[in-house]
């Protein structure tokens, strides 16, 4: 899916979906949109909903759709969630060494390939570590977090991973306030791997430097703050005094929509609309 996206020049969104509803707010914006995408959810989000049970729905919400969607677990830290999942049907898996030392984060990723490439799924890793947004953190990211291309390329080649998560001055978690990207950066990483690149921090990317990133070889752009506030937002008004809504489907259907929308946007943003043939 990534390397189509890198020769037709658009990313695919990956989207976080923290329950049923959120499953299909991507999905019919796929669908809606004709675009692949791929279902993001980590093991916050799994202790929340139940492995087995979020499996469940979202891999036949993959299954049956008209698009191709992925489902994708982000930012393990163990081999073990990592083998859960694939036990239970996610066909991709992003695997966050990005604390560790570099040589102990190739020695754990390369684990995590080994294991999920000798059942057909595919790993994506981490180098460098893109900061989370708190309250009151500068939205400048450090020099020192950020992917050094020399050890992106040794990283590449010695895990053998399917796609590279970079740190080019993205930041998770920002909402009306924009990441400054170093777009040299990531022209020199492009530039030494041949893997599909993919960022973090989708919501807080300015729409210019998106069509930047992809120009530069990034294939997948991961989202998930943008989407929380549209599906709360939409519970919010659904909930509210004046809205006469009282019943548990019509609240839930309303946020859905929020949710809806705003993957539409990002698909049309990140190009990947009319993409799903
Ligand atoms: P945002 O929540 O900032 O959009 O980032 C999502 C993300 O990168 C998940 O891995």
Redesign the pocket.
């Given at each position: 899916m990534l390397r189509k996206a890198r020769c037709e020049g658009y990313a695919v969104g990956?989207f976080?979906a923290w329950n049923l509803e959120l499953v299909q707010s991507v999905v019919n914006a796929a669908e809606g949109e004709c675009s692949p995408a791929v279902l993001?959810i980590?093991q916050t989000g799994l202790n929340y909903a139940g492995l087995e049970y979020y499996a469940a729905f979202a891999k036949k919400a993959a299954e049956k759709a008209t698009v191709p969607i992925v489902l994708h677990l982000?930012?393990a830290q163990n081999l073990e969630l990592v083998t859960q999942c694939i036990r239970c049907g996610f066909s991709s898996v992003?695997f966050d060494g990005s604390a560790f030392p570099l040589e102990t984060n190739i020695e754990l990723t390369r684990k995590v390939v080994e294991a999920a490439h000798g059942v057909g799924v595919s790993v994506e890793a981490e180098l460098g570590r893109?900061p989370?947004?708190g309250n009151g953190l500068p939205v400048e990211v450090s020099e020192a977090s950020m992917t050094d291309p020399d050890e992106a390329r040794r990283f590449v080649d010695t895990t053998g991973i399917d796609a590279l998560?970079v740190s080019v001055g993205?930041?998770?978690?920002?909402?009306k306030r924009y990441a400054r990207l170093d777009f040299n950066r990531l022209k020199r990483i492009g530039d030494l791997t041949d893997v599909p690149l993919v960022?973090?921090?989708?919501?807080?990317?300015p729409d210019d430097a998106v069509h930047k990133a992809v120009e530069l070889g990034v294939c997948k752009?991961?989202?998930?703050?943008?989407?929380?506030r549209a599906y709360l937002n939409g519970l919010k008004g659904a909930l509210g005094n004046n809205s006469g809504k009282n019943d548990v489907m019509d609240v839930l259907a309303s946020a859905r929509l929020e949710a809806e929308n705003v993957v539409r946007g990002k698909m049309r943003l990140f190009r990947s609309a009319g993409k799903a043939d």
């Amino acid at each position: 899916m990534l390397r189509k996206a890198r020769c037709e020049g658009y990313a695919v969104g990956g989207f976080y979906a923290w329950n049923l509803e959120l499953v299909q707010s991507v999905v019919n914006a796929a669908e809606g949109e004709c675009s692949p995408a791929v279902l993001l959810i980590n093991q916050t989000g799994l202790n929340y909903a139940g492995l087995e049970y979020y499996a469940a729905f979202a891999k036949k919400a993959a299954e049956k759709a008209t698009v191709p969607i992925v489902l994708h677990l982000d930012h393990a830290q163990n081999l073990e969630l990592v083998t859960q999942c694939i036990r239970c049907g996610f066909s991709s898996v992003m695997f966050d060494g990005s604390a560790f030392p570099l040589e102990t984060n190739i020695e754990l990723t390369r684990k995590v390939v080994e294991a999920a490439h000798g059942v057909g799924v595919s790993v994506e890793a981490e180098l460098g570590r893109v900061p989370r947004a708190g309250n009151g953190l500068p939205v400048e990211v450090s020099e020192a977090s950020m992917t050094d291309p020399d050890e992106a390329r040794r990283f590449v080649d010695t895990t053998g991973i399917d796609a590279l998560a970079v740190s080019v001055g993205t930041v998770h978690g920002l909402y009306k306030r924009y990441a400054r990207l170093d777009f040299n950066r990531l022209k020199r990483i492009g530039d030494l791997t041949d893997v599909p690149l993919v960022l973090h921090g989708g919501t807080g990317i300015p729409d210019d430097a998106v069509h930047k990133a992809v120009e530069l070889g990034v294939c997948k752009i991961n989202v998930g703050e943008a989407l929380r506030r549209a599906y709360l937002n939409g519970l919010k008004g659904a909930l509210g005094n004046n809205s006469g809504k009282n019943d548990v489907m019509d609240v839930l259907a309303s946020a859905r929509l929020e949710a809806e929308n705003v993957v539409r946007g990002k698909m049309r943003l990140f190009r990947s609309a009319g993409k799903a043939d």
